[in-house]
């Protein structure tokens, strides 16, 4: 394939990833830009966040724009059988820090269906594969949310409350206590600090998880998880605070990062709950990389705008300049014409015709 050199960093990461998932045997899939609301509306715990943009079509219908591609692509699934792989390049549309709604662009794949021990590993290999695309430089956090029911278990509740929750996202283990005590979980805090707390390998914390909580299934999972990444080429460590909605997720959840980048750039998880709800099979696991803010981290930031500023008289005929800047462009060159000198712009060499 020819070089393409002009390419944005996105544009230069999603051919890689392209061609390595194909390459797994997933397929694109493409959608509209909106769903029904109804969508969305029934699965609210699956969103990050509530906020949908919605609209009236012509026809009466709630449209709203699209929050989130994976359920899409389960909805998609319903009433089939076998395993679906597919992977996708689209943007959602999600409120940002400052409550304004933002375009976010998202890379990722879904496999859905008959998704079994391997399609797990497989995902989880391919998340890896897909952060070693941005930089060597890349980590994974891997939680299961088996842990999470375990310790809601153990004090008596099917869930744990919101107030610690948030302590647990946050590793916040000195408001913990008092979380606790206001949730009618005092004491608590004993138990929960310190598997958060803990700053040991993986095998320590598996071992505490399972000696406080008693669950050994999810730990033998997540140990099976770990292994497959230590083997991917990434640093890869067990984080508990890693918390998704129950009410769909039920597995292994994990997340991304890459060095020098504040926050993670990739997320991802089993959703079997989701998929079951649908009736399109009998699990789903996916991911998606969010490459919006990377272009820089990518190095894809150019030295020049164009190779040749070509500042062509007023007098100049203009077929004359236009096959001068074909020929420059036949030569490989990146041009950009114009009468005078353009602002905030920068070129290797300028030439006056």
Not at 303 to 320: K, R
Request: proline fraction near 3%; hydrophobic fraction near 40%; charge should be negative.
């Amino acid at each position: 394939m020819e070089s393409k050199p002009d390419l944005s960093a996105e544009e230069r990461l999603y051919l890689e990833l392209k061609g390595l998932y194909e390459g797994f045997g997933y397929s694109p899939f493409r959608m509209r830009r909106f769903e029904e609301y109804s969508l969305y509306a029934d699965n609210l715990n699956f969103l990050r966040s509530r906020d949908v943009i919605t609209f009236g079509s012509r026809d009466g219908r709630l449209l709203a724009l699209k929050p989130d591609v994976t359920l899409s692509i389960v909805k998609n699934c319903a009433g089939e059988d076998g395993l679906k792989k597919a992977y996708y390049r689209e943007s959602v549309y999600r409120p940002g820090s400052d409550g304004q709604f933002r375009e976010i662009n998202q890379i990722g794949l879904e496999c859905v269906g008959d998704a079994d021990g391997y399609a797990e590993l497989e995902v989880l290999s391919l998340a890896a594969e897909s952060l070693k695309a941005i930089g060597d430089d890349c980590a994974m956090d891997v939680s299961h949310m088996g842990a999470l029911s375990a310790m809601a278990r153990a004090f008596g509740r099917e869930v744990l409350p919101g107030a610690v929750l948030r302590c647990i996202r946050a590793r916040n283990l000195h408001d913990l206590p008092a979380a606790c005590r206001a949730c009618g979980m005092e004491g608590a805090e004993e138990k929960l600090a310190p598997l958060f707390g803990c700053t040991g390998g993986n095998g320590e914390k598996l071992a505490l998880l399972n000696d406080l909580f008693g669950c050994g299934g999810v730990c033998r999972e997540l140990e099976r998880a770990l292994r497959a990444l230590e083997g991917a080429g990434v640093r890869v460590q067990a984080d508990f605070s890693l918390v998704n909605d129950a009410a769909y997720y039920n597995g292994v959840v994990f997340q991304g990062y890459v060095a020098s980048y504040p926050r993670a750039v990739l997320s991802g998880g089993r959703y079997d709950n989701l998929v079951k709800k649908f009736g399109a099979g009998r699990g789903g696991i996916g991911f998606a990389l969010y490459p919006d803010e990377l272009d820089f981290y990518l190095g894809s930031k150019k030295q020049f705008d164009a190779d040749v500023l070509v500042l062509y008289a007023p007098e100049a005929a203009p077929e004359d300049v236009l096959s001068f800047v074909c020929r420059l462009r036949g030569a490989g060159e990146s041009v950009f014409a114009a009468a005078r000198v353009p602002e905030n712009l920068r070129f290797k060499r300028v030439i006056k015709f």
